[in-house]
């Protein structure tokens, strides 16, 4: 499966951004599809999760209650909707894939598709 991510931007702390990610090729499957995000000198960590058939979704401590992952299956998109944005929030936000949901989704490693990345710049 390929990775199209879009959506990222400058937002002043307390704002709100709505990232998209694309799926193209063999959609069929119960994926897991995630949001990972990197700082410059800073590991890749992981953001959100879900799984592509439903029924579960996961979040990062430090961004539970304000970001909200969610698909729509006829555009075979995934969204993480963001919000009271705080500058270390800023980082290049990446989607992944890989295609079967596993207990180990907060693993970058679990994952054999990523998008390109957007980059998210908050400013204070």
């Known amino acids: 499966v390929q990775l199209q991510a879009s959506g990222g931007g400058l937002v002043q702390a307390g704002g709100s951004l709505r990232l998209s990610c694309v799926a193209s090729g063999d959609t069929n499957g119960d994926y897991a599809l995630a949001w990972f995000r990197q700082a410059p000198g800073k590991e890749r960590e992981f953001v959100a999760a879900?799984?592509?058939?439903?029924?579960?979704?996961a979040y990062a401590d430090s961004v539970k209650g304000r970001f909200t992952i969610s698909r729509d299956n006829a555009k075979n998109t995934v969204y993480l909707q963001m919000s009271s944005l705080n500058p270390e929030d800023s980082s290049l936000y990446y989607c992944?894939?890989?295609?079967?949901?596993?207990?180990?989704?907060?693993?970058?490693?679990?994952?054999?598709?990523w998008g390109q990345g957007t980059q998210v710049t908050v400013s204070s």
């Open positions: 992944a894939a890989r295609t079967r949901w596993t207990t180990y989704y907060r693993s970058a490693t679990e994952y054999t598709s």
């Open positions: 879900l799984r592509w058939g439903g029924g579960r979704y």
